[in-house]
């Protein structure tokens, strides 16, 4: 099989790495930046910190605090005015998944044509956009180092997926002490979110020689540090260890692919303001025992992997020990059902449910699940994770 391999030209990781940012802005030769950030990361002192460390390099910054969880194409748009009225050259996202998504879309639309929606799907972006800085400071989507976004597109109400390599950052700066001002159940969340990218990079039918080790790697860093950064929010080395792990996993999926959680969570997002990654855990065990039989050996591999099964487990016993195991970590991290991440009545997730299986089936990902869904399996599914 021949696959294509992308990943940022530099990747910085380490202690104090994000205050590079304004060394890298000018070797990259721009001398005016825009920080697309959010509110949490101005009134944290966060984006000040790293504008002031840009502004001592020479580097003018104009900030775009406004990015909202789950941006949408007019956060892009407003981003966008704002870096054309300051003649800024190059944009850098700070924050979590979110601010990082809309600099790396602001980015393409400095150079492409509006709307944003022209884009969505696989490789439709034309042209390459001005240079891209991402620092995260969740652990995370690995957005840092996916040619990939997500934005919501407000006419349809639904969540673009567009994936290009003209979103791929320029540069990554992954400083895991950003991240250890997360809270519990957002360390927990993204931390799940994390792990399912690597789960699904590895059992993808896109999985490659290239993307097996990172997405292996990712799995045991999960797996030896979230319950730890979960509950001892300080513990420096398990924060490290779960920023390596979401930097490893966004290495992984975007060179293979994500598959049927992703697939079935964007419509819940979409629908119910779910975050990304708590609508991906909630699905998270229902469709692994789903999909188990289309990739036993390689979700064996997992269980043991996450410290669920030994080599000498049967690949079947492995597979049962890994359906309980996730249940048992969703529990540890207090993630909820479908059912109370959505707050309706069943019946009334049955008025959408049909729609948010065709909407999952249409995004593609599920087509490169282990086992590919029917429409009714798929309602069936978000049926035995409510
Ligand atoms: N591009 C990709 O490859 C990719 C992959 C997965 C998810 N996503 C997208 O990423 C978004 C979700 O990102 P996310 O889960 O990182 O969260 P987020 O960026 O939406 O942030 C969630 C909340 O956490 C806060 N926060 C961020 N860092 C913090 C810190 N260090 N301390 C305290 N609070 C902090 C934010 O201010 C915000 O209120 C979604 O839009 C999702 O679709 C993108
Ligand atoms: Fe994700």
Redo the contacts with the bound molecule.
Sequence with gaps: MRTQFNIPATIIVGAGSSKEAGAQARRLGVKSALLVT?S??VS?GLAGRVADSMRGEGVKVTIYADVQ???TDLNVMEGLEMLRENRCGMVVGL???????CAKAISVMSANPAPISLYAGLHKVPSKGVPIITIP??A????EV?K???IGDTARNV?MMILDLNLMADVALVDYE??M???PQ?TA??GV?TLVHAVEAYISVKASPMTDPYALSSIRHVSENLLIAYNEPDNAKAREGMTLASLQA?IAF?NSSVCLVHGMSRPVGALYHV???LSNAVLFPAVTEFSIRGAPGRYATISRAMGYATDGDTDDAANEKLIAGLNRLNADLKIPHLGDVCKVDLSVFDENVQKMAEDSLASGSPGNNPVVPTAEQIVDLYHRAW
Aim: net charge negative; aromatic share 2%; proline share 15%.
């Design positions: 959010d949490y990361m944290s969880p789950d941006p924050g979590g998944g979110s601010p990082m998504d400071t969740t995370g989507t690995g957005a996916t990939v976004v997500v969540k950003l991240t001002t997360c809270p957002l969340n993204v979110d966004g975007p975050p990304h990654g």
